[in-house]
Structure formats: structure tokens, C-alpha cells
């Protein structure tokens, strides 16, 4: 018998539609653009979706055509520019291989806006529909943040979601998409993809899994997927800061048979979240709150308890925003926090000038506030020490990225006052240990580590911590959405609309129920 054919790639983008900085191919080609066997060595070991594809590979005999491996960090739009170079090997590969094909898989986030449409993802799947047609079946995974279209559930057989956050299941979702995948080519079953909504824009907390009711949300998944007919149960907490049509959390369940009975399951988890919308599980502080705990956590906590870790919620990277917020670590300054560390403040112009000195230079610098003011503060004009320069180069040994190579771009470290501040290049947020390490900076020796992180910092600092607390600086990931200028989102839609009648929109949507044709 011979080896089936399937055809896979990687292209991942969340796209926060409120950030001004347009995402090119040059934003792809910074966290690593990688081809053909130069991304399996790279990330075949590894946590990844590729590695999870690769391992069901071996287990099931089949012969691979890998194309691409693209993700960039989440920012503004695609490109229409970056959108069609990242895709023709893609589409290249499945014209090339028409009629080959036994199958196709592809890693994806389900949050990708274009400059030219919504529905990045949707829009790929279309360009591949175009050229094979219906009968060779599609699994994709998906970040659990996806905003999940309706296009996506018409062109993709298979769907499957993280279903941690922090992200810590990478390959087993790429695994588990695979293995359904493998039964459909097999002619074993006849999956669909159906998705159930509520008018919210967004899970309360996010999606958050380590603590809270999607706990119990991921164990009946888990529980429904064990039946015969059932293949993948995805809970997605959907993306906010995304100004389009089709935003927010949904259920997808992966299922042949009885699909209004999975409707039915998938609806349950959906009213569940509706009910909890209300009932947040962080506290969010100001940033003078926050440095004001920092600073009593300093005054009655011994040094072997352990670091009091301070999220600057709103300023994450990973969510789209500028990275150069700059008001924690004004009002850290002010309250005179002290053996504290602080990373990253993105700002390329601040390297580039201490780039011209030596360590141990003092300097005077304006740092961060660069991008957009309005968001998180005005540059600080502050003295510095500089302390160390650096190419940027890291390799992960966290859960989340461990042996995977990173770069900040050009580096530098200096202190100011009490604080230790790690000043970058390339926007990231900050999510494994080796990210300040890997430049002299030990944030389990700090009595204080600031960070700019949403969630995914927990997965690998949350060890380290005596404390954990989170503020929102006003940046671009700010849970004050009234100062987002959103324009094209569908209403109601809470929190914008907090008096929804829920039965009158049940009623008027289908019951927020999506079931796909079978595709002929």
C-alpha cells in the first residue's frame, strides 16, 4: 500500500486591529521564517503544532510535504503583501501535488485580520478549496483565542484548539488534529466542524485554564470527546481587541452523526460562559496600586520567599500592544521600588543610542512612550547605567518554548535606580525565565520582577513567585474597551450592551448555532 500524501504549514497571526503597526513579512522574518526541512529540524522536537504533525507522521506511515512555518508576533493587520507571499508555497505545493494529496494540515491561530478582509485563516482555506476542491479533507489547529468564522467551519473538516492557557499543548493539539485527520483519509469517518456563540466579546478571564470555571469547562470536553462520534471539543475565549464582524469566544466540536445532539453539548458550555460573564477572576490594579504593593510586599517578606511578580496586563506584546508602556515603571520609580527588575520596554531607538557606549556608561536617556502616548504614558527621561549590550539571542527552557530560539533583536540592559530594565528591539512578551536570564538579569534572586505579560508569564514565573499581581497601565490591551474606537462589531454584544435579552437573541440567531453543509 502506498504512503498517504499530506501536505502541512504553519502560519500563525493574532491581529489586534487597534495596533497602528502594520504586520509584514519583515515581522514574520523576525521570530524566524522557516521552510521546508529547515522548519522540521527546527521545530520537530519541540512543542510546537508541526512537532505534534510530525509525530503522527511516524506513527501512521505517511509522506510529508512540509511548506512553511511563519508566526509573527501579534500586531496590526497583514499585509496584503505578506498574506500572499506566506501563502503561495502553500497554494504552490497543493496545485504541484494535485490529485496526490490525501490530506492537508495546517497549524493556524483563527485570529488573523488581512488589510484586504476579516478572515485570514477563512480566506486560506478558500484559496485552497479553489485549487483542490472539496474531497481532500482539511484539519487545522487553532489558538484557543480564535475568533472562529463561519467560513472556517464550511472549509475545514477538522478543528482542533489548544485547551491550556498559558499555551502548554502545542503538539498534543497537533497530534490529536492529526490522528482525526488520519481516520478521515482513511475513509474511517466523515467529520464536520460546528460552532455554537453567545453575544459577548470575549470570556470574561480571557480563557484562562490554570484556575476559574473553564476548569471544569476543558474536563466536560474532555468528557464529550470520548464518545464515538465525537473527534474534538475546542472552548475558545475568543480575541477582543479585534474590530470585526465574527469576534468572540465559541465552542467548536469536531463530530460526525447526531451533529444537533453535539449542538446541543456545545450550547451548555456556551450558556455557561454567558452566565459567568460577570465574574472576573483577576484584580486589576492601577499602576500606583501595584507599585505600592510591591513596595509593602518588600517591606514584610523575607528574600527566600520568593519574587512578588507584577503583570502589566494591559501592555503585552502577545496581545498586539506596543510593548513601551511607561507607566508602571514611572510609578515604580516614584514609590522608590528597589532590587527589582523590569522587561521588556520595546524601544529600538534607546538600543541604538547605547549601542554607541560602553558598560558601566552613564547615560541619559528617553525611554519608551515612543509609539503611541495615548497608551501606557510619555517617555521617561531618566539616568541609566548601562550594564550590558547584546545581540538579543535566547533559547527557551519553559514549558512553553523550551529549545526554541528567540530573539530580542539588539539588547541592553541598564539600571536605573533600584531597577534593573531590559531594553529591546523586537516587541514580545514575556513568557519563559530565559527571557531576562539570558542577559545577566535573575528574576528568582529580585525581590520585584515586572513584566509585560497577560497569562502566559504564569506557566513559567508562577514557580518563582511568592506573590503574582496584574495591573492594567492603560496600554493598547487596556480592559477599558470604551477607549477603543471599535466600528464594526455586531450589537448587542456584551460588555457594550450590558441589558441583552439573551432569549430574544437566541431566538434571532439560530440559537447561536452554526452547522456546516457536508461538503460535497
Known amino acids: ?278 465574574e472576573r477572576l483577576n484584580q486589576f490594579h492601577t499602576v500606583a496600586q501595584a507599585a505600592g504593593l510591591c513596595k509593602a510586599f518588600v517591606a514584610s517578606h523575607p528574600q527566600a520567599s520568593g519574587p512578588i511578580i507584577v503583570a502589566d496586563y494591559a501592555d503585552n506584546p502577545g496581545g498586539g500592544a506596543y510593548g513601551d508602556s511607561t507607566a508602571l515603571l514611572a510609578a515604580m520609580l516614584d514609590a522608590g521600588i528597589q532590587d527589582a527588575c523590569f522587561g521588556a520596554m520595546t524601544d529600538p531607538q534607546t538600543v541604538q543610542q547605547l549601542a554607541g557606549h560602553q558598560p558601566g556608561d552613564t547615560v541619559e536617556v528617553r525611554l519608551g512612550g515612543k509609539t503611541d502616548p495615548r497608551f501606557g504614558g510619555q517617555p521617561l527621561a531618566l539616568t541609566a547605567t548601562l550594564k550590558r549590550l547584546s545581540d538579543g539571542h535566547y533559547t527557551g527552557s519553559g514549558a512553553m518554548i523550551g529549545g526554541l530560539k528567540r530573539s530580542w533583536g539588539p539588547t541592553a540592559v541598564i539600571q536605573v535606580d533600584g531597577i534593573e530594565i531590559l531594553v529591546v528591539t523586537h516587541r514580545a512578551q514575556i513568557l519563559d525565565l530565559q527571557q531576562f536570564k539570558a542577559f545577566g538579569i535573575d528574576p528568582e534572586k529580585k525581590r520585584v520582577v515586572a513584566l509585560k505579560s497577560m497569562q502566559h508569564f504564569r506557566a513559567a514565573f508562577e514557580p518563582i513567585a511568592a506573590e503574582i499581581i496584574v495591573c492594567d497601565s492603560g496600554a493598547l490591551c487596556t480592559l477599558d474597551y470604551a477607549r477603543l474606537p471599535f466600528a464594526k462589531l455586531p450589537h448587542p454584544l456584551f460588555p457594550f450592551d450590558p441589558q441583552i435579552d439573551i432569549a430574544a437573541w437566541l431566538q434571532a440567531n439560530h440559537q447561536g448555532i452554526y452547522i456546516p453543509p457536508a461538503l460535497a
Not at 512555518?69 to 504552490?92: E, N, W, Y
Not at 480575541?239 to 467548536?252: L, Q, W
Request: hydrophobic letters at 45%.
Open 1 to 278: 500500500m502506498s504512503k498517504l500524501i499530506v501536505l502541512t504549514a504553519e502560519l500563525l497571526h493574532e491581529t489586534n486591529t487597534f495596533c497602528a503597526l502594520p504586520t509584514t513579512l519583515a515581522s514574520f522574518a523576525e521570530r524566524g521564517l522557516l521552510y521546508g526541512e529547515a522548519a522540521i529540524a527546527a521545530r520537530q522536537d519541540n512543542n510546537t503544532e508541526l512537532g505534534g504533525f510530525l509525530e503522527a507522521a511516524r506513527a501512521h506511515d505517511w509522506s510529508v510535504v512540509h511548506t512553511i512555518s511563519a508566526h509573527a508576533q501579534p500586531g496590526g493587520v497583514v499585509t496584503r503583501d505578506a498574506f500572499d507571499q506566506l501563502t503561495a508555497p502553500i497554494l504552490v505545493a497543493a496545485a504541484e501535488h494535485k490529485g496526490q494529496l490525501d490530506g492537508i494540515l495546517l497549524g493556524l491561530h483563527g485570529a488573523m485580520v488581512t488589510d484586504f478582509c476579516e478572515d485570514g485563516e477563512g480566506e486560506l482555506l478558500r484559496r485552497l478549496r479553489a485549487r483542490l476542491g472539496t474531497k481532500v479533507p482539511i484539519a487545522i489547529t487553532l489558538d484557543p483565542h480564535a475568533n472562529v468564522s463561519q467560513q472556517m467551519c464550511d472549509l475545514a473538516n477538522i478543528m482542533v484548539s489548544f485547551k491550556t492557557y498559558p499555551h502548554t499543548d502545542m503538539r498534543l493539539a497537533g497530534r490529536q488534529a492529526a490522528d482525526i485527520l488520519q481516520r478521515s483519509m482513511t475513509g474511517q469517518i466523515q467529520p464536520r466542524s460546528l460552532r455554537v456563540k453567545r453575544p459577548m466579546l470575549e470570556e470574561v478571564n480571557g480563557g484562562r485554564t490554570d484556575v476559574g470555571p473553564m476548569v471544569e469547562r476543558m474536563a466536560r470536553a474532555r468528557h464529550y470527546e470520548c464518545q464515538p462520534d465525537v473527534f474534538a471539543v475546542s472552548v475558545n475565549g475568543g480575541f477582543a481587541n479585534a474590530d470585526i464582524a465574527e469576534v468572540g469566544p465559541s465552542v467548536v466540536i469536531t463530530a460526525q452523526g447526531d451533529m444537533a445532539a453535539h449542538a446541543r453539548f456545545a450550547s451548555e458550555l456556551a450558556d455557561d460562559m454567558w452566565r459567568q460573564r460577570l
